[in-house]
């Protein structure tokens, strides 16, 4: 790492510290607020930039990082304007009056003109810039979602979804897409097999698209379960580590080599031949995972655009694609929409217990929208069951993006249903 600056700092001056992925804490941080750090090496891989040690002092930003002097002093941007091969790490921590930048690769600097909203300018005038570089699919359209995840989690079936959807027309909710999450297929290395549990997932698709709206489905593209079959079968495929999810141990596919390419264009041919044209696309940070590739001249942020440019070239330009778990610039131009905090909540969590998880960097990369994407600030959930549908509902309610929820209807009470109409209703922030 290299000191690329020192910047002269006065109460109440911040740090704004972009996170690797959709799940990565993000935040502003004053002088003593401790830096989010992983406490176990899975958490690391799966909600950290994998491969990349965090700093014992200060904060880490990948890609972009701003410091907001205080005082109405011109806030100063560091960051890279191009993602497409490399993602420089930034990073800063207090010494004194002061705060000392480094990077471990060039980046572009510039202040403000702005005073008082510094900061929140600076990210804004980013976002413009990087998001016109890059591409950015920023003119795309908010869907209304229905989603299957926080109410039936994996264990879903088409009768769940034909029944929501026959709930949806008899109370005449203003949803465009209905979205079949986790539980549909038979997991990682299995995505050309529905699971027979679900039932038919064509005739479930074919019902969505006759009731005039958009089918969606969800997909782990990127990464394998180690003990999955694909994995036994073609460990050439396979690069490095990706976290624990599903019962196993998740390793990211090599998206330069040949065969996982002919892999995912079978998957995504067969998804586009069943009439989807809405893919949420999850725990896409295992594309760009450290490892040995075929490719041994692609980066990690190389190879795993490359992956997402052949899902977009199959899937073509007119479906929606939701990053989810992604790295966020190299993303950009890719993707339409982008879930820019982790899941609300786990299964079992709705007693409230895990709180509300994803608030934090949800507010504060709200500049996003419409710049680098449509931002995807996760379901509302209105059902009574669930403890914070309140707190959660002000939270969703107030961000622009996505205006989804994951309930099954029958469950909602008139309070839920109130919430839900006025989601699905009111103008986006």
């Not at 790492?1 to 990565?24: C, F, H, K, N």
């Amino acid at each position: 790492m290299t000191i690329i600056d020192e910047v002269p700092v006065a109460p109440p001056a911040r740090l704004y510290a972009e996170g690797w992925q959709s799940w990565s804490p993000t935040t502003w941080y004053h002088r003593d607020a401790p830096a989010h750090r992983p406490d176990e090496p899975w958490q690391h891989l799966m909600r950290f930039r994998p491969g990349t040690p965090l700093p014992e002092d200060g904060v880490q930003g990948e890609g972009l990082l701003v410091v907001d002097p205080g005082e109405g002093a011109p806030a100063r941007v560091y960051a890279s304007m191009d993602a497409s091969t490399h993602v420089p790490t930034i990073r800063a921590h207090w010494q004194g009056d002061r705060v000392l930048v480094h990077a471990d690769d060039p980046v572009e600097q510039w202040t403000t003109d702005a005073a008082t909203t510094a900061g929140d300018d600076a990210l804004a005038a980013f976002g413009e810039r990087f998001g016109a570089a890059a591409g950015a699919r920023a003119e795309a359209s908010v869907p209304r979602v229905w989603c299957t995840w926080y109410r039936y989690f994996e264990e879903v079936t088409a009768v769940d979804v034909l029944e929501n959807l026959r709930a949806i027309d008899e109370r005449d909710l203003a949803v465009d897409v209905v979205q079949i999450d986790d539980g549909w297929s038979l997991g990682t290395g299995e995505w050309t097999r529905p699971n027979p549990r679900f039932g038919s997932l064509p005739a479930t698709v074919d019902a969505i698209r006759d009731s005039g709206r958009r089918a969606g489905l969800w997909l782990a593209p990127f990464s394998v379960g180690a003990r999955s079959d694909l994995a036994r079968k073609h460990p050439d495929w396979l690069t490095g580590p990706a976290g624990y999810n599903w019962g196993d141990d998740l390793v990211g596919l090599d998206l330069t080599h040949p065969g996982v390419r002919d892999y995912l264009t079978e998957v995504f041919e067969a998804v586009r031949s069943l009439g989807v044209d809405y893919l949420k696309l999850d725990f896409l940070y295992a594309g760009a995972v450290p490892g040995v590739r075929h490719d041994a001249h692609a980066t990690p942020v190389a190879a795993y655009r490359s992956g997402l440019a052949l899902i977009r070239e199959i899937m073509g330009e007119e479906t929606y694609l939701l990053g989810c778990g992604a790295p966020l610039l190299p993303s950009v131009g890719l993707v339409d929409a982008m879930r820019v905090s982790p899941d609300t909540f786990h299964e079992g969590g709705e007693d409230g217990s895990q709180g509300l998880r994803g608030r934090m960097s949800l507010e504060a990369r709200a500049w996003q929208h419409g710049r680098l994407w449509t931002t995807d600030p996760d379901c509302l959930v209105a059902r009574p069951a669930f403890a914070l549908r309140d707190e959660l509902a002000d939270v969703v309610l107030a961000a622009p993006g996505i205006r989804g929820f994951s309930d099954r209807i029958a469950e909602l009470d008139p309070h839920g249903l109130r919430l839900v109409d006025r989601l699905l209703k009111e103008p986006v922030a």
